[in-house]
């Protein structure tokens, strides 16, 4: 830019930032959650369970950590912005001849997850930009060495001749061919124009696919560009030597199109790979970029995108200058982000691959404290920033024209000759790269460490949402790929938290608080599951069990609970509803981040945790863009979930699903059959109907569906054996009514109880003598316990026993009673239970050939099952039992040792007193 030339709207901004309103009401109601989550916290710590307390705490730490991450998350929406560039402003500020230059990075790793096709759609939708194609350079950094890729972009740039001119002559949007020709286009001007484009590019398409699917690129054509011969020896994906061709020299006056007019530079690098040298993935590969990048056209500006990201809106490179050529804010800027938006997202969104809020609330909130995410693609850099300069307020962007650019013009050969040794692997060896230069090495997201850094040494980077989507890419369309996706995202953010590179200690004192926090609701991904995991099985196995978790309904501490979930799950709905989501779209994203913080997130945990403690390595997985197949596609336009694979992801699904289901439907039945106890678990009966409304597809692939993309009989078989037989014999039991009775009280003289019990039912119960109240009672006397049948007949007689289990079978319906007499002059605490259970296979079904074996084996696990909760019950009250004693004798121990201490110095004083006596008379005598 040259600051002698003033135009009249000098003085005007390139772009203005907006707050979103409503603030201070979010955050009056914010503060009314966070009352309601301390409440809940004060619940648990003042009303601790005397049985069962490792339950009553893995519930209190799991919401002590969804307290803590809600806050975090508030960091995001405390202070929401908008950016809005004025483009108009830029046309009349600088010429086209004044707009700097323009690098665009396109990374592919792999020609097989990554078709050669959808790479250099891509690639032409970036040299098709309306920009000067002088001040435009495209590189395509290839990692996997392949052939293949090498001649799609060759075919590419052929193409290109065509594609540039029609693109600017009628319009086309979007501008990657594979999207534009793949939609019904209104062709009425252009018609026949239209068709010679469509026919070469399916020409090209063919002769790519054709490629593909030999492997290798036949010899007649590798003879006719020399750009081959570097395959001609031993290349392989890991081992191979720097590779750099210039496919269309920019500075060439005949590189041009089928009009006469220039293409933009068109490049091909593939950096050298050696076995046994660290590569680093893209962050590797985006330093090589950066260096080769330099030596052919050292553009101040950079866009970076993945191979699937092709452009969707020709105008967003002038967009993006408009945040950096602001002469008031513009030369702080070192990034500006765009969000990832795909084109193959189906209504209603079943996989929740756009998230809303993350795209128009979460990254805005962030922008608002400077903290925005650069996410590693879709992102225009300033170079010196990216290269590991720290901001010093002197930075502008040179906007030159060529001919005032005093530069000795290189032939393409020596161009590429010396890019070759910028990218070999010893290049790096004993500088900064990956250090304080470029990407940052070490962590598989290392684009956002890289943002982190860059915003340390004092940079502003800007989030720009813009309504016409400037990228668009393909999201995934099976489970499974989506699942993989969350867990590399998953497991690199969470060891940034753990690495140096933590926020709140690497951006202590250099970026907001506010944007440390931001950084941290993504970094904690994985260890959400962990409270996740705790909240969809332990209150549906407390269910079972008949252990409420939750205060009663009638309990003005029930309050909290229901008006922390109540007001979130309103807010969360409200929110999505209102930035342009349906309800059912929200729904999906509900179980969506249900199955990734049980499965993805989980694994990313484990797997993270295991290398902290140097057992594993990072490693990288390029997720699969390819969507050959046709039912899984057709599927997922459908809106069925794809599952169709027997892994662990699956199986966990399945079984937590089938968890709630049963625990749902068996604590229905018993807990409104005893209307009395249905208060103490309507909190846990809600928790299990909202999950089982949640895995409906989940049921429907289980039991219903019959296609390829159902849950396979072998992982709903493991997820039934998961449940395990002891939990289907705990459902028997409780679904058959039998009745259940257990009581802790303070005996004096005499205590008796009542149960009524069925003919047939084995009847099951123990006691233990917990504790008496005497401080120095430690005697092993028991009590007495006499049980009588309904007509008065004695059925058992202890005596003398401080614990004891029996169980009878009872031959007449009727009161039976317990009563329990104390002989000992101190008051006793007992632990009292009984149960009285009737067992299937006695009698009902044995007349049943074929369900008779069935039904003799679940009888006789339910059987078992019930002599394994009393033996586990009598333990705990033995343990209580103990522990009291234990106590009561330390106690004991230290009143006695201080009593006889005590008689020690009243002793010892007593002696000194009489010695001191006796020596007094002594003196007295010897002196008269």
């Given at each position: 830019m040259n600051p002698n030339k003033k135009r009249e709207n000098d003085d005007l901004p390139l772009f203005e930032t907006k707050a979103a309103r409503g603030g201070a009401a979010?955050?009056?109601?914010?503060?009314?959650?966070?009352?309601?989550?301390?409440?809940?916290?004060?619940?648990?710590?003042?009303?601790?369970?005397?049985?069962?307390?490792?339950?009553?705490?893995?519930?209190?730490?799991?919401?002590?950590?969804?307290?803590?991450?809600?806050?975090?998350?508030?960091?995001?929406?405390?202070?929401?912005?908008?950016?809005?560039?004025?483009?108009?402003?830029?046309?009349l500020r600088y010429g086209e001849e004044e707009l700097p230059k323009v690098d665009i990075f396109v990374c592919t790793a792999d020609p097989v997850l990554e078709p050669p096709s959808l790479v250099v759609g891509t690639v032409l939708s970036a040299v098709s930009y309306n920009y000067p194609p002088e001040k435009l350079a495209v590189y395509l950094s290839d990692d996997g060495g392949s052939e293949l890729t090498f001649f799609a972009l060759l075919e590419a740039s052929r193409f290109s001749k065509h594609w540039v001119p029609f693109c600017k002559k009628y319009n086309v949007e979007p501008r990657s061919p594979r999207v534009y020709f793949s939609r019904c286009v209104d062709v009425n001007e252009f018609d026949q124009e239209w068709i010679n484009v469509k026919q070469l590019y399916e020409d090209m398409e063919s002769r790519i696919e054709s490629v593909a699917r030999k492997g290798c690129v036949p010899q007649e054509i590798k003879d006719r560009h020399k750009g081959f011969s570097e395959w001609e020896s031993n290349v392989t994906k890991q081992d191979h030597q720097s590779i750099v061709q210039i496919l269309i020299d920019g500075c060439d006056q005949e590189a041009i199109d089928i009009e006469g007019n220039k293409l933009p530079t068109l490049v091909y690098l593939s950096r050298e790979k050696k076995t046994g040298c660290a590569h680093n993935f893209k962050a590797g590969s985006m330093n090589a970029l950066l260096r080769v990048s330099?030596?052919?056209?050292?553009?101040?500006?950079?866009?970076?995108v993945d191979c699937d990201m092709y452009s969707n809106d020709p105008d967003s490179i002038r967009d993006a200058l408009c945040f950096f050529l602001d002469e008031k804010q513009g030369k702080q800027i070192s990034y500006v982000q765009y969000p990832q938006q795909y084109n193959n997202i189906i209504e209603n969104d079943i996989y929740a691959n756009i998230n809303l809020a993350i795209n128009q609330i979460e990254l805005s909130g962030l922008d608002g404290f400077g903290g925005t995410l650069y996410v590693g693609t879709g992102c225009f850099h300033r170079r010196v920033s990216l290269s590991g300069e720290k901001y010093s307020g002197i930075h502008t962007i040179e906007c030159l024209n060529d001919d005032e650019v005093n530069?000795?013009?290189?032939?393409?050969?020596?161009?590429?000759e010396a890019s070759k040794v910028l990218a070999n692997c010893s290049y790096e060896n004993g500088t900064l790269w990956g250090q304080e230069m470029g990407l940052v090495y070490g962590c598989p997201v290392e684009d956002i460490v890289t943002g982190l850094t860059i915003q340390c040494r004092g940079w502003k980077p800007v989030y720009y949402n813009p309504a016409k989507y400037a990228f668009e890419g393909v999201a995934p369309t099976t489970l499974d790929v989506s699942l993989i996706q969350f867990k590399r995202w998953s497991e690199g953010m969470f060891q940034i938290f753990f690495s140096k590179y933590c926020p709140f200690v690497y951006g202590h004192r250099k970026i907001e608080f506010g944007a440390q926090m931001g950084y941290c609701i993504y970094l904690l991904w994985a260890p959400i599951s962990l409270p996740t995991l705790c909240y969809v099985v332990v209150p549906a196995l407390s269910l079972l069990h008949g252990v409420p978790l939750f205060p009663q309904i009638s309990s003005p501490w029930f309050l909290p609970f229901a008006y922390v979930f109540g007001a979130k799950t309103a807010y969360t709905l409200v929110e999505a509803l209102i930035i342009g989501d349906t309800l059912k779209g929200w729904w999906n994203l509900q179980r969506m981040v249900l199955i990734r913080r049980t499965t993805s997130f989980f694994f990313a945990f484990v797997d993270t945790m295991i290398r902290q403690f140097g057992l594993s390595q990072t490693s990288f997985v390029v997720t699969s863009k390819s969507v050959d197949d046709h039912e899984a596609r057709d599927r997922y336009e459908k809106g069925l979930i794809e599952f169709g694979s027997s892994s662990v992801t699956t199986i966990i699904i399945a079984?937590?699903?089938?968890?709630?289901?049963?625990?749902?439907?068996?604590?229905?039945?018993?807990?409104?059959?005893f209307g009395d106890e249905f208060g103490k678990f309507v909190a846990q009966l809600a928790i299990c109907a909202v999950l089982v409304m949640l895995n409906l597809p989940i049921y429907e692939a289980i039991f219903l569906r019959s296609d390829r993309g159902k849950i396979p009989s072998s992982v709903a078989v493991k997820a039934f054996m998961k449940l395990s037989i002891a939990a289907v014999a705990v459902v028997v039991i409780l679904c058959s009514?039998?009745?259940?009775?257990?009581?802790?009280?303070?005996?004096?003289?005499?205590?008796?109880?009542?149960?009524?019990?069925?003919?047939?039912?084995?009847?099951?119960?123990?006691?233990?003598?917990?504790?008496?109240?005497?401080?120095?009672?430690?005697?092993?006397?028991?009590?007495?316990?006499?049980?009588?049948?309904p007509n008065g007949e004695q059925i058992h007689d202890i005596r003398d026993k401080t614990s004891e289990k029996h169980e009878f079978v009872a031959y007449h319906q009727g009161v039976y009673r317990f009563c329990f007499t104390n002989k000992s002059p101190y008051h006793e605490t007992i632990d009292f239970d009984v149960h009285a259970g009737h067992f299937l296979y006695h009698d009902e079904h044995a007349k049943d050939e074929h369900f008779k074996p069935l039904f003799e084996h679940i009888g006789k696990l339910e059987e078992a099952l019930y002599n394994i909760q009393f033996e586990q019950h009598w333990l705990e009250a033995q343990t209580d039992r103990q522990a009291i004693v234990n106590e009561k004798m330390s106690r004991g121990a230290i009143h006695k040792a201080l009593l006889e201490s005590a008689a020690l110095v009243l002793a010892s004083g007593l002696q000194v007193y009489v010695l001191r006596r006796l020596f007094e008379r002594k003196l007295g005598v010897s002196r008269v």
């Open positions: 979010h955050k009056l109601f914010c503060s009314t959650i966070f009352a309601g989550i301390i409440l809940t916290w004060v619940y648990r710590l003042t009303h601790i369970p005397e049985s069962r307390i490792h339950v009553w705490f893995s519930m209190f730490f799991s919401e002590v950590f969804f307290g803590l991450y809600w806050i975090i998350t508030q960091s995001a929406r405390w202070h929401v912005v908008s950016r809005h560039p004025f483009k108009d402003r830029l046309s330099a030596e052919i056209s050292n553009a101040p500006i950079i866009l970076n530069t000795k013009k290189r032939s393409v050969e020596e161009l590429e079984t937590i699903a089938l968890l709630n289901f049963v625990s749902l439907v068996c604590g229905l039945l018993t807990k409104l059959a009514f039998g009745g259940a009775f257990g009581i802790r009280f303070v005996i004096d003289r005499e205590e008796c109880f009542s149960h009524k019990v069925e003919y047939g039912n084995t009847v099951h119960f123990s006691f233990v003598v917990i504790k008496s109240e005497g401080s120095w009672h430690y005697s092993e006397d028991g009590v007495d316990l006499v049980v009588k049948g």
